[in-house]
């Protein structure tokens, strides 16, 4: 892992959208994954600024979000469609028949999930996946759990999940809907390459159990150490538990004595 550290989420967001805004300019068509939360927002925001200064052009992009909520349609004031057209979609060059998203509202939401498989596979699969990480490790919505389902899937939110966003549901944790639909950890590794955004002293635990902890399925999130090409772009309280505070550049190795091959199952 390439772990990037910068002093503030500020710093974090303006390097974020620098990479994501080279990798735009660097291939005719890019794929990019994205995730919603509070993490990525600022990221966002300065893309839509250097699409507004002529430094980015999405027009030849094609997005496919990690996740939404099963049982809310696309025009929820909840729905993470609802999130991304405010905090990215609408201020940039994207054209509409080229974002993808689950939809929670379908009527098989199973069948929904092997639809949306389908898509990522058709558009050639995804180019660079920008992710978050949740309190509990979770990536995605893949929540800790004995086995972690490889594809794209239908998930049981965990109580701590559903009160992290309880902010889209007007601060009331009790209306976050139970499941949701979300990548799976198979999908995600899948990408070509991967970016994890982790800010604020309460992702330090997770972070570092991320970098230096065995595989587990019990945090999702180690899973990242399977891949070749992962960069972390955290700030100094997320990477206060990291040896060095996690300069910049280092590649820590992986902790000792997690499992060589982790449990990934096909479905539900």
Do not use: W
């Not at 570092?208 to 700030?235: I, K």
């Amino acid at each position: 892992m390439d772990i990037r550290t910068f002093d503030t989420p500020e710093a974090v967001s303006l390097a974020v959208a620098a990479r994501v805004a080279e990798a735009l300019g660097a291939r005719s068509r890019v794929v990019l994954g994205l995730p919603t939360g509070r993490t990525p927002t600022g990221a966002y925001a300065e893309l839509r600024r250097l699409h507004r200064a002529g430094v980015a052009s999405f027009a030849r992009a094609m997005t496919f979000n990690l996740d939404e909520f099963a049982g809310v349609p696309p025009s929820h004031p909840g729905s993470f469609r609802t999130f991304m057209e405010a905090h990215l979609f609408s201020g940039i060059d994207l054209p509409a028949p080229h974002i993808h998203f689950l939809d929670g509202a379908a009527g098989d939401l199973d069948a929904e999930c092997e639809r949306y498989e389908a898509a990522i596979a058709a558009a050639g699969g995804i180019d660079l996946q920008l992710l978050g990480i949740g309190s509990n490790g979770h990536i995605g919505f893949n929540e800790p759990a004995e086995a972690l389902v490889a594809r794209t899937h239908r998930v049981r939110l965990a109580e701590s999940t559903r009160r992290d966003n309880a902010a889209l549901f007007g601060g009331d944790a009790s209306r976050v809907p139970h499941e949701a639909l979300s990548m799976g950890m198979g999908t995600i590794l899948k990408a070509a390459e991967i970016v994890l955004i982790a800010t604020g002293a309460r992702k330090a635990r997770c972070v570092e159990r991320m970098v230096n902890g065995p595989v587990s399925t019990q945090l999702p999130a180690s899973f990242l150490q399977l891949h070749r090409r992962v960069e972390l772009f955290v700030d100094a309280a997320a990477a206060s538990r990291l040896p060095g505070g996690g300069a910049a550049g280092e590649e820590p190795r992986s902790g000792s004595g997690g499992s060589k091959d982790p449990p990934l199952r096909d479905g539900p």
